[in-house]
């Protein structure tokens, strides 16, 4: 599955997956390092990690990561500072379920994956 790719989400609508940040802020040949940026009830819509990567919280908020394979959701408090590395995984979305807008930088290890 890539970018574009039509999948079908858990309530059996189909999906195109889109990009894993609000915008990308730097790339070489070994990172690719995105702003993720969701005001609340904002979301990041259904993506999928090619490359295993590690989040870094720059404002805190209360977001879900919901599985497109229908899995258990992922609730989180993300805190300022907080760093998180996660390997290239199934297809999900993540959602800004508080109050306060959520902000991070996404990091993509692409020598990794």
């Not at 970018?3 to 990172?31: M, R, W, Y």
């Not at 390092?33 to 969701?38: H, S, Y």
């Not at 306060?100 to 020598?111: A, P, W």
Request: hydrophobic share 40%; no cysteine; proline share 4%.
């Amino acid at each position: 599955m890539a970018n574009g790719d039509v999948v079908t989400d858990p309530a059996g609508s189909d999906v195109v997956l889109g990009d894993v940040g609000t915008q990308i802020v730097f790339e070489n040949e070994h990172v690719r390092v995105w702003e993720v940026l969701l005001d609340p009830g904002g979301v990041q819509t259904w993506h999928l990690h090619h490359h295993p990567y590690l989040v870094i919280a720059i404002e805190e908020a209360n977001n879900v990561m919901e599985f497109l394979d229908g899995s258990e959701p992922r609730v989180m408090h993300e805190t300022v500072g907080r760093v998180v590395y996660r390997e290239a995984g199934k297809p999900h979305k993540l959602t800004n379920e508080g109050e306060t807008r959520y902000r991070s930088r996404l990091i993509e290890l692409k020598v990794l994956g």
